[in-house]
Nanobody, 128 residues
Framework: QVQLVESGGGLVQAGGSLRLSCAASGRTFSSNRMGWFRQSPGKEREFVAAIWGSGGSTYYTDSVKGRFTISRDNAKNMGYLQMNSLKPEDTAVYYC?????????????????????WGQGTQVTVSS
């Protein structure tokens, strides 16, 4: 069982940066892959980024490549999403997710139904 709590959201101007944090409880966090998803009003939950349990491999949706960086510190049971060059279209509630099941493809990492554990979300608003 893993419990997740996000923090770090807020209001930022376009071009600015934010760093989201995901605090995990549970001894097995390091064996869980971790993902970040986002959801805007009226839209489906969208994959943003994911990382292996060991932190070795990362995956990003095309719209955030080169701007966002996912990372984790298993010693601290923490995950992070560094967001730079933010755009108004990045405005959404951002969710941290984790799951212990093995994934070998981008499609698996990007599927929200492949994650059992979810945080409550943190609001990110980017003004133009």
């Amino acid at each position: 069982q893993v419990q997740l709590v996000e923090s770090g959201g807020g209001l930022v101007q376009a071009g600015g940066s934010l760093r989201l944090s995901c605090a995990a409880s549970g001894r097995t966090f390091s064996s869980n892959r971790m993902g970040w998803f986002r959801q805007s009003p009226g839209k489906e939950r969208e994959f943003v980024a994911a990382i292996w349990g060991s932190g070795g491999s990362t995956y990003y949706t095309d719209s955030v490549k080169g701007r966002f960086t996912i990372s984790r510190d298993n010693a601290k049971n923490m995950g992070y999403l560094q967001m730079n060059s933010l755009k108004p279209e990045d405005t959404a509630v951002y969710y941290c997710a984790a799951d212990a099941r093995y994934c070998s493809t981008y499609g698996c990492y990007a599927a929200f139904e492949r994650y059992d554990y979810w945080g409550q979300g943190t609001q990110v608003t980017v003004s133009s």
